[in-house]
């Protein structure tokens, strides 16, 4: 019992990775949405609803708008109201460490024993995910994807064992949970459907096949149990499939193998290769290989789904470069460091949090709300201290979709910005009309016509910008280095 009492190394491992994500604390607010999030989480709770139709932007008439976020908001809202940003970004390093540590160390236990390999590989994947480490209800799903992973694997993966309502029995809830949370939950499902139609494959029994067909509509149905119902898959569908808007977001691009993250992504996949092709990880079921091709490829297509791909593909790598391992008998010296075996401690999980939590209240005032105001200086905030005092009520003001949300944080209800980043509401001629106006393309006059603005807030070297310095119906309210507002004159 005392044994348990002492940190292992993979204690002091998670430890180490904690601090380097607090650390790394300013990152986790580098998303515009989150300050829109956070609004509509305090409008939920302030009005104990779901808004069907959006209540912050200014629109001559209602808009229909599916908050498929809805639960992230409200525990977003929650934690900021208790804690400030500084408890949001604990949040999200504690989310990822469970998701990126505890439970990938579960997923490569399985592959391998080596502590060596086991730690080399997480850090090297979780590397591979820095793109999406935001504070943003993605992060939400990244830890449901590895849970549900973790129990087919166990509970699926292996064909010769017999179902068991657990865990199979646990995952309507979580994708009941999942479905309110993050519109992800489609991955999921993918997952499961891929582990199912394997086990069943290997056992070709009518009961087998009640059995999972029961599991799979009791799945189904809960993912329905959302405010929005059939309409959420719609929307996710039509979303996904829409190529205009998948080119507003960088996400949605293609990796650009320039940049650090990118590169430890196609390292990932060579190495995987590399150590595969021979010694394709015998422990590694046909499922997890048909997932890892999948997401490899899609990750190949959209940098969203790099995060959900090092997670499935943790077990089948650690599995190859375990077995490439194995093969250097000659290299006697490497072969001992990587033979080392994985130390469990009873304390692992609850270890690395205290840490964490001693970090937070240390250091949070000093270190992590400090990075926080540093990264918001990407956002107007003198400009709209400037508003806050001088606009009236009802005034509409125009911006960049990345600032919409920070107005509306700010200034909601008194002002409304026009457009925001929430490509679930606004549609194409809502982002083609403003990008238009905002690098002065050829029927910017017409539109400009239509629209009604009392401000105008824009990044200093806009093109709108130069535009309206030269006309006599807007005047220069505030400027400086990082944005210029311009106000009507009455």
Request: aromatic share 16%.
């Amino acid at each position: 019992m005392k044994t348990k009492l002492i940190p292992s190394l993979a204690d002091i491992f998670a430890c180490l990775s904690l601090l380097s994500i607090m650390l790394t604390g300013a990152s986790f607010m580098g998303d515009p949405g989150i300050y829109w999030h956070l609004k509509t989480g305090k409008w939920i709770l302030e009005n104990a609803a779901i808004p069907r139709i959006d209540p912050f932007l200014a629109s001559a008439s209602p808009r229909a708008w599916i908050a498929d976020q809805w639960l992230s908001d409200v525990i977003f809202y929650q934690l900021f109201d208790c804690g400030g940003f500084a408890l949001l970004t604990l949040a999200s390093a504690v989310c990822l460490l469970l998701t990126y540590y505890y439970l990938a160390i579960s997923h490569a236990r399985s592959a391998t024993q080596s502590l060596a390999i086991t730690i080399c590989s997480t850090l090297f994947l979780l590397i591979t995910s820095l793109i999406q480490w935001f504070c943003r209800p993605v992060i939400f799903s990244f830890f449901l994807l590895s849970l549900v992973y973790l129990l087919l694997r166990r509970s699926l993966g292996n064909s010769d064992k017999p179902l068991a309502f657990w865990p199979l029995g646990t995952l309507p809830f979580i994708f009941l949970l999942w479905a309110n949370l993050h519109p992800a939950f489609p991955l999921g499902l993918f997952v499961y459907l891929v582990f199912a139609f394997f086990y069943y494959w290997q056992n070709r029994t009518l009961k087998t096949a009640l059995s999972l067909l029961a599991l799979t509509l009791g799945i189904l149905v809960a993912t329905l149990l959302t405010p929005h119902g059939l309409g959420l898959y719609q929307q996710i569908f039509t979303l996904v499939g829409d190529s205009y808007f998948t080119s507003l977001n960088d996400e949605w691009l293609s990796p650009n193998f320039q940049y650090f993250c990118y590169k430890f992504f196609l390292a990932s996949i060579i190495i995987f290769l590399l150590c595969g092709w021979q010694h394709p990880a015998q422990k590694a079921q046909k499922a997890e290989l048909l997932l890892t091709a999948v997401f490899g490829y899609l990750s190949f297509l959209h940098v969203r789904y790099i995060p959900f791909y090092s997670i499935i593909v943790l077990p089948v790598f650690c599995a190859a470069v375990d077995g490439r391992i194995k093969a250097w008998n000659k290299i006697q010296l490497l072969k001992n460091v990587f033979a080392i075996p994985l130390w469990q401690s009873g304390t692992l999980l609850y270890f690395s949090l205290t840490i964490v939590i001693v970090c937070f209240f240390i250091k949070s005032d000093i270190a992590i709300s400090e990075l926080h105001r540093k990264e918001s200086s990407s956002y107007p905030i003198k400009a709209v201290d400037v508003l806050e005092k001088t606009a009236n009520d009802g005034s509409i003001i125009g911006a960049h979709p990345n600032w919409g949300g920070y107005i509306t944080w700010r200034l909601w209800p008194k002002s409304r910005a026009t457009i925001d980043d929430r490509n679930t509401l606004n549609t194409k001629n809502d982002y083609e009309s403003f990008f238009a106006l905002y690098y002065l393309k050829k029927d910017m006059k017409q539109i400009w016509s239509r629209t009604r603005y009392d401000y105008v807030l824009l990044d200093s070297n806009a093109p709108l910008a130069g535009y309206l310095r030269n006309q006599i119906a807007w005047s220069v309210l505030y400027e400086d280095d990082k944005s210029v507002l311009f106000q009507a004159v009455k």
